[in-house]
T-cell receptor, first 112, second 115 residues
Framework: GQQLNQSPQSMFIQEGEDVSMNCTSS?????WLWYKQDPGEGPVLLIA?????ELTSNGRLTAQFGITRKDSFLNISASIPSDVGIYFC????????????FGEGTQLTVNP | DGGITQSPKYLFRKEGQNVTLSCEQN?????MYWYRQDPGQGLRLIYY???????QKGDIAEGYSVSREKKESFPLTVTSAQKNPTAFYLC??????????????FGPGTRLTVL
């Protein structure tokens, strides 16, 4: 089946720093989604990408749909303590219907 | 307010018992999903349903069962056949046939502990 490699697994940064994380796939995806999960809660959708090369922002968050359609990137600028959580990428492939494939997540820790 | 509700938030069961987790949505979404999340891991798909009275197995369906009698509801039963049921269970829904059809929205989750 389709697999997503998400990196890094964890990040420890200082408040105010910028953050970058990415996901790569072994196959082409039509849709890339980025979620954030707080401890003990369900994931919340941050950004959805539908076209190769698309660059979309949501406040301090920016995500890009890779031109090869096999990767996506999420950047967080000027991090703040409430950015702490687990960030997941998810992709929808050409043959998967409405099913999503999720990455393993990036655990972000922000030190004040 | 539109959204997805899961109940209860915490659930304890004795080994050998079946237990049913509730998931309700008022978003008018056609598709609904159940995921399992273990500590430090990603989300694994248990079952999904794209329309009422129809559902498909996901990647880890063994030991679980579902029903989809109403558009709004997609309950998950964890049976005694599930060897390692202690986990965090997440329900999600998504629209179909529209722009944004693959955007899944999640409930708050149910943490199941087997004693």
């Amino acid at each position: 089946g389709q697999q997503l490699n998400q990196s890094p697994q964890s990040m420890f940064i200082q408040e105010g720093e910028d953050v970058s994380m990415n996901c790569t796939s072994s196959s082409i995806f039509n849709t890339w989604l980025w979620y954030k999960q707080d401890p003990g809660e369900g994931p919340v959708l941050l950004i959805a990408l539908y076209k190769a090369g698309e660059l979309t922002s949501n406040g301090r968050l920016t995500a890009q749909f890779g031109i090869t359609r096999k990767d996506s990137f999420l950047n967080i600028s000027a991090s703040i303590p409430s950015d702490v959580g687990i960030y997941f990428c998810a992709g929808q492939g050409e043959t998967s219907g409405s099913r999503l494939t999720f990455g393993e997540g990036t655990q972000l820790t922000v030190n004040p | 307010d539109g959204g997805i509700t899961q109940s209860p938030k915490y659930l304890f069961r004795k080994e050998g018992q079946n237990v049913t987790l509730s998931c309700e949505q008022n978003l008018n979404h056609d598709a609904m999903y159940w995921y399992r999340q273990d500590p430090g891991q990603g989300l694994r798909l248990i079952y999904y349903s794209q329309i009422v009275n129809d559902f498909q197995k996901g990647d880890i369906a063994e030991g679980y069962s579902v029903s989809r009698e109403k558009k709004e509801s997609f309950p998950l039963t964890v049976t005694s056949a599930q060897k390692n049921p202690t986990a965090f269970y997440l329900c999600a829904s998504s629209p179909t046939g529209l722009a944004g059809a693959f955007e899944q929205f999640f409930g708050p989750g149910t943490r199941l502990t087997v004693l």
